[in-house]
Each structure stands twice: as C-alpha cells, then as structure tokens.
C-alpha cells in the first residue's frame, strides 16, 4: 500500500501536459485535475439523480481516473497518434497492490457511471481552458471547442452551457463582495 500512495503521489508532480503545448507556463498537475474532476462528477452524478452509492462510486472512479499516468505520463491527442501504450496493464499492476483495487476497476464496466465521469473528466479541462482562455490565451478556446462535443449526459450539457456563460474571474471577485 506505502508503494501505491507514493506513486499515486507522483500526480502532484506530473503537469497537464497539453497545456505545455499551447504556452501555459505552469499547468495544473494531474493530481489537480482528478481533484476537480472528482467535485464536477459528484455534481453530475446529483444532478442525474443517482443514489447515495452510485455517486459515490462515480467520485471514486473520478479519483482514479488518471492514475495510470503516474506510469505513463499525461500524453497529449498528439503522443497517442504515434505510441502505443496499455493502460490497462498499468491499471491491473497499479491496483493489484491495494485492498479494493479490483473494485475500483469493476467500475469501468458500469456504462451509466463511467459517462458520467467521462463528462466530469471532459468538463473539467473546459473549466480550465476557460479560466486560461478568460486569462488571455486564445488557444485555450480550441479546447473548450473540442471538448464541448464529447458531453454526453444531459446534466453535463446544462453544466457546459453555464460555464460557457461564467466569467471565471468575474465570479471570484464576485465572491469576495
């Protein structure tokens, strides 16, 4: 287990690495962004009404959505064009070592939920092109763009719809007052 919580450690220091690609000079880490995906999928997961112990498992899943990358890296659409990698075998290696593990990786099966994170996951990256776009990058906007057609659930689709309408400073200043 020490082993697993080390590596799992590893996120805090490994950067979204697509951001590197459009001039984000200190990306939020993939431990940053599983921590977001993990609020944004327990909101879906509300507001697509499921029970107490799906949400539950849809935070979960949200949490360890990323862990494969301590082993493999934050690989952009580009890397995967020309390497092959197996997810799957970092994740059967990765959860063997915990109590629980399996059950982390049954939830993959649950098509209901794993949409759900799949938006969490989708949405919180335009959550993050939009405070970078808000920031002044204009690339960032390409990302909100090719994002926003991968949105799968109704709840998700409402939620995009507000956040394309949000300031995402605006609504800081707007907490402070």
């Known amino acids: 287990m020490v082993r697993f919580i080390l590596e799992a450690g ?21 431990a940053d962004h599983s921590h977001r995906t993990a609020v944004i999928g327990y909101l879906l997961a509300h507001m697509e009404k499921l029970g107490k112990a799906e949400s539950g498992d849809v935070v979960i899943a949200c949490i360890f959505h990323d862990l494969c990358e301590a082993r493999l890296s934050d690989l952009t659409p580009l890397n995967k064009k020309y390497l092959k990698v197996n997810s799957q075998k970092a994740a059967e290696d990765i959860f063997c070592q915990i109590p629980g593990g399996k059950d982390v990786q049954s939830l993959a099966k649950n098509k209901k939920l794993m949409a759900i994170v799949s938006d969490a996951d989708k949405l919180e990256m335009i959550f993050q092109a939009k405070e970078y776009a808000d920031g002044g990058n ?15 659930t109704n709840s998700g689709k409402r939620l995009l719809g507000l956040a394309k309408k949000t300031d995402s400073f605006e ?7």
Request: charged fraction near 30%; glycine fraction near 2%; include cysteine.
């Open 10 to 30: 590893q996120l805090k220091k490994l950067p979204r690495s697509g951001w590197l690609t459009i001039n984000i000079k200190n990306p939020e880490s993939i």
């Open 138 to 152: 204009r690339y960032a906007l390409a990302w909100i763009e090719s994002a926003e057609k991968l949105i799968k």
């Open 171 to 177: 609504c800081i200043v707007d907490a402070c007052d």
